[in-house]
């Protein structure tokens, strides 16, 4: 398990209704190797989402074990754990999150004042890594006077800020138009060759064709996982 970022065996994950139990995950295990991009797919109500809330450590599982890059989650206290999260993990949401009154500048810096990160490097990695986002023009610019595929180029870098070695990404595409999002996903395919781990949840096959693998949910199940099939028309 050393080249394992995410290692999950039996999880099962139920709420509380007042019916009784409602089972949304049921016996799911995967193994994501270090450096795999991997798309989580399924309807609506299948689980994947429930299951990208325990992978990002915002949830917790009824049952079964979770490793992530090596440590039990079940054994971490609340500090610990959100201590592994910060320095593990990217988020990148369909809606991007940014701060209307902050320049991209400081909304991408900004996880670093919750690490004791002093001003100066604050900003410095947060223009690096706007240059690296192909947004070295816009330091000084709201979010409101960009385009919804900036702004989530934004979002990107603010994910990548902590140096993570996994990015999660729920619907990263969701509210762009079909060309932005082949942009973004070829944003995020060039990170996943520098060694980052990208698990990305979509609905649509199209982006999911950028994964190397396809994890499909049905009903709180894993009923499929297999290497993508790249075309021609998907590279």
Partial sequence: MNDSVIHIEGLHKSYETSAGLFPVLKEV????TRGEFVAVMGPSGSGKSTFMNILGCLDHPSAG???LDGHDVATLDKDALAL???RTIGFVFQGFNLLPRMSLQDNVALPLIYCGVERAERHQRARELLVKVGLEKYFDSMPNKI?????QRVAIARALINRPSLILA?????NLDSHTSTEIMALFESLNREGI?????THELDVAQHA??????????IVNDHATLHTEASL
């Fill in 212 to 221: 190397q693998r396809q994890v499909h949910f049905l009903d709180g199940r």
């Fill in 84 to 86: 592994l999260r910060n």
């Fill in 147 to 151: 385009s919804g595929g900036q702004q």
């Fill in 197 to 201: 781990t990208i698990v990305l949840v």
């Fill in 65 to 67: 074990s979770y490793r």
């Fill in 29 to 32: 295990s995967l193994h994501i």
């Fill in 170 to 174: 729920d619907e990263p595409t969701g």
